[in-house]
């Protein structure tokens, strides 16, 4: 049937593509296809239980689970999104790989995680059911599952689009191929499935994107080379520092200060993210014991900070040696490249048949893999924290994998209608960040209260949280309505959109956790002793006494600390 | 993975896969050697060296996480 789908992709390729495929690199795409779906039929067997379907049985390694907690983040969406911004932006696109990794994720692994797992709570709406109460689960699961469909809808449109442009390939087979090849392999082995195939993709990304940068840093003659042909082309010292031209908002390309990047992005946007959105945390929750799942956000910071190798040295690569300039989207002209486009065009540069079949698999499995986190994400909350509490009574727990799976095909169909959704509405296309600004930023607060004030109460939680996201959304409309605003909320009037979703998402937390202090003042706090192993100090945490010191969480986090403050120094 | 089931490990996939698309590059290169491909620097033959690569890195984890040979991870 795969074989079948593809040799009609060849039919429906168009003359107007980026990219023509060889023989050889069609079938490293079908073969790609068929290990994806046997990987999911091989799976079924073991994901009988809900405890195996839903949280891959609790057994990963650390290794595993931490590949997986980074691929679920890998998606080609944002290969290709950051390579883009890198063209657009130079380095400065480095911070969200390098600021907003290593503090987040060390805290998270070393603190956070610890609560998540002895809670033994399914998902996050489920910890703050345990920590707050009924309705604070709810508007946070209910939030996370449209965030959820949004994301993965538009993911799948996105892979349509760069199908489109850069394979000729039609859109609707495009997104129907993709979701159900997904579906099928999400619905058979569940967070096995998708385990297991964010961590095949994770290698698949390297190996089909490394040969860019390798070959373009030969081309470019090193990295000095690379300095001096992109001082050629824009004239200025902007595009290759990190941290030296954040003084002022006029000072650096992206239009930001250093305030907005070290606090809204590496201390909310990434806090938020990685230490609430249970995309990724679920597959720290599958690890097999408590030091695997602290280990898990620490391994995926080590890669997550040399993931700048594939994707911000192509998008610099492209702006030093591409012999056109590529264009924002949407630019009148006939023959022209978008941004967007830089990560294909350097591959098409680079790579003859076989490898540029590597690569377009590699952007595909991230596409698909995006997909497979968002729907056994999806699965997991519904199942748990809509589905069984409010729609009705589950009494097997036959019946809890069934209504997985179940809720797993109904996912794909919510996404493949949100995917026709935004291809109506191309520039939601630009509101990703804006919804990661909406619910994952105040729920950052909610769950950082929660976690390390015991006094804050179960009303506290609801009202914060409701708070934070309304306030996000009012701010959000109130620059769509009048674009003045945007100097109010990003303090300067040489801010661009970028500063506004950092400082956004800034300003969405503190109302939150203002919220939240204020009305846990006012109304009655939880027992201690309904708060243990949910509370920073009510928590009686394993000892690592016999442990060796190159086997504790806390020994690989300093490593990370001071790799990152290295990687700051080099490209300050 | 798991000690209950013996489940394959998710690396002796991650291995066939890429020793597979390592023949596949390999040969290519090959074939194509003499006429390699209109693109930037083909004359250092990257699909050659990427081939072997995933040839040997493939392999060695095929080899090394083959069913039956590790009891345990």
Redesign the interface.
């Given at each position: 049937m795969v074989l079948t789908s593809f040799a009609a992709s060849a039919i429906l390729q168009s003359a107007d593509r980026l990219i023509s495929l060889?023989p050889?690199d069609v079938?490293?795409i079908v073969?790609?296809f068929a290990?994806v779906l046997g990987?999911g039929v091989?799976?079924k067997r073991?994901a009988n239980t809900s405890n195996q379907f839903f949280m891959a049985?609790r057994?990963?390694?650390a290794w595993?689970a931490g590949l997986s907690f980074l691929s679920a983040n890998l998606g080609a969406l944002e290969l290709m999104g950051w390579a883009a911004a890198t063209y657009q932006y130079g380095i400065l696109a480095a911070h969200f790989y390098w600021i907003a990794a290593f503090p987040s994720l060390a805290c998270l692994g070393l603190v956070m995680m610890p609560l998540y797992y002895i809670s033994k709570t399914h998902s996050v709406p489920g910890y703050l059911h345990l920590r707050y109460g009924e309705a604070t689960r709810a508007l946070s699961g209910i939030s996370f599952a449209f965030m959820t469909i949004l994301m993965s809808g538009i993911n799948m449109y996105a892979m349509a689009i760069v199908m489109k442009v850069v394979l000729g390939w039609n859109i609707h087979f495009s997104i129907w191929v993709s979701s159900l090849t997904v579906a099928a392999y999400v619905t058979l082995g569940g967070l096995y499935s998708a385990?297991?195939n964010e961590?095949?993709q994770f290698?698949?990304i390297w190996?089909g994107v490394l040969?860019v940068s390798?070959?373009g840093m030969?081309?470019a003659g090193g990295w000095s080379g690379l300095v001096m042909k992109i001082h050629e082309r824009v004239h200025n010292d902007e595009y290759v520092h990190l941290w030296s031209t954040l003084g002022t908002f006029s000072g650096n390309p992206m239009g930001v200060h250093w305030t907005g990047m070290a606090l809204g992005l590496g201390g909310v946007i990434a806090f938020g993210y990685w230490s609430t959105d249970f995309l990724v945390i679920q597959r720290a929750m599958a690890a097999k014991d408590l030091r695997s799942a602290r280990l898990a956000p620490i391994i995926a910071a080590y890669f997550k900070m040399m993931v700048p190798l594939i994707v911000i040295l192509p998008g610099l690569l492209g702006l030093a040696l591409l012999p056109y300039k590529l264009v924002p989207e949407g630019t009148p002209g006939e023959g022209l490249h978008t941004y967007n486009e830089v990560l294909p065009l350097m591959l098409?540069?680079?790579?003859?048949?076989?490898?540029l079949?590597?690569g377009i698999t590699a952007l595909i499995a991230g596409f698909m893999s995006g997909m497979a986190g968002n729907l056994s994400a999806f699965a997991t909350v519904w199942t748990y924290d809509i589905y069984r509490p409010y729609l009705t009574k589950v009494k097997s727990d036959a019946e809890l994998v069934a209504i997985g799976r179940w809720c797993t095909i109904l996912g794909v169909f919510l996404s493949i209608g949100a995917a026709y959704f935004v291809t109506q509405f191309k520039s939601i296309m630009d509101y990703m960040q804006a919804l990661v600004s909406f619910f994952i930023a105040p729920l950052c607060a909610t769950v950082i209260v929660g976690m390390f004030w015991k006094r804050a109460t179960a009303k506290a939680g609801f009202w914060g949280l409701l708070a934070g996201t309304v306030s996000s959304i009012a701010m959000f409309t109130l620059v769509k309505v009048n674009h003045s605003y945007l100097a109010v909320i990003a303090l300067s009037p040489d801010a661009k959109e970028m500063a506004e979703n950092l400082y956004r998402a800034l300003w969405s937390w503190l109302i939150c956790f203002m919220v939240t202090v204020i009305v846990s003042l006012f109304t009655a706090p939880k027992p201690d002793y309904e708060l243990k192993g949910l509370v920073w100090g009510l928590t009686d945490l394993p000892s690592e006494a016999g442990v060796p010191l190159y086997k504790r969480p806390l020994f690989w986090a300093v490593g990370v600390g001071i790799f990152f403050v290295i990687l700051q120094w080099m490209f300050w | 993975?798991?000690k209950q089931?013996h489940?394959?490990p998710?690396w002796f996939?991650?291995g066939?896969?890429?020793f597979?698309?390592g023949v596949?590059?390999f040969v290519?290169?090959i074939v194509?050697f003499r006429h390699?491909?209109e693109?930037?620097?083909?004359q250092?033959h990257?699909?050659l060296f990427?081939?072997i690569?995933?040839l040997l890195?493939g392999g060695l984890y095929t080899f090394w996480f083959w069913p039956g040979r590790r009891k345990k991870?």
């Open positions: 060889a050889a079938l490293v073969i790609y290990m990987i091989y799976l073991y049985g057994e990963m390694s595993v385990i297991f961590v095949l290698f698949l190996v040969t390798i070959l030969i081309e098409a540069r680079y790579c003859g048949p076989g490898l079949g590597l | 993975m798991s089931t489940m394959l998710v996939f991650i066939v896969l890429l597979t698309y596949i590059i290519v290169a194509d390699p491909s693109v930037m620097l083909s250092y990257p699909d990427g081939g690569l995933l890195i991870q």
